[in-house]
């Protein structure tokens, strides 16, 4: 049986022990996600509402996490969205839908609370059957101007974002120490870091844009 729920205290370690598993060697040789759920919690952007813990059996095997994020219209107008990050399903459980039940439950959540759209960073094929399209189809640019290829929108409000050109402006709780995770990853149990071809594909991926 499965049950999603808030994450508790007593599931901090878990969760991050979770996160740590889904992300090692997926992007660099380690990884940093783990550090990032530590610190995160304690933002003021983070929002607890939609911390979310799935349960299979009684045993936690997924996460995901939201905070505040900012879209700023031509004429200055500021609307408060959201972004979430990471999601974390444990490697033997991921390809089976837990992640998207995870999504679906959290977006239900999201819309209650009244928030009207999602931008994230993430590779569009994880992304774009959960209703996710490029920022570019929604006129939602990086500070910069330009469109990055891993930046996807989604309207929890139908139209709630048209007829406008937007900037992306994230929270700084995604904003930590390189050398303090560094430091947080070698004071847990060891694991293999190695190179494998999907750092290769998020390097490619996260410096690429669309472009008209």
Not at 137 to 155: C, D, H, I, Q, T
Not at 161 to 178: D, H, N, P, T
Not at 181 to 199: F, I, N, T, V, W
Request: proline share 3%.
């Amino acid at each position: 049986m499965t049950v999603i729920r808030n994450e508790e205290e007593k599931d901090c370690r878990i969760v991050e022990d979770i996160t740590r598993k889904a992300f090692y060697n997926q992007y660099m040789p380690g990884c940093m996600e783990h550090y990032l759920v530590h610190v995160m919690r304690e933002h003021e952007d983070f929002i607890r509402e939609l911390d979310f813990v799935l349960e299979l059996d009684g045993k936690i095997i997924g996460n995901i996490m939201y905070t505040k994020a900012w879209l700023t219209g031509e004429n200055g107008e500021e609307k408060e969205i959201l972004t979430f990050g990471p999601i974390s399903v444990l490697p033997e459980y991921q390809r089976k839908g837990y992640g998207t039940m995870l999504m679906e439950h959290s977006f239900r959540k999201a819309k209650e609370l009244g928030y009207q759209a999602i931008v994230i960073f993430g590779s569009p094929a994880n992304y774009v059957g959960r209703g996710f399209i490029s920022c570019r189809k929604y006129r939602v640019s990086a500070e910069n101007g330009k469109f990055p290829a891993a930046m996807l929108v989604k309207e929890l409000e139908e139209g709630a974002l048209e007829g406008k050109q937007w900037v992306y402006r994230g929270s700084s709780a995604m904003i930590f120490s390189e050398e303090e995770a560094l430091k947080y990853d070698e004071s847990l149990e060891p694991m293999e870091k190695r190179h494998q071809p999907s750092q290769e594909e998020f390097y490619i991926m996260s410096r690429s844009f669309v472009e008209e």
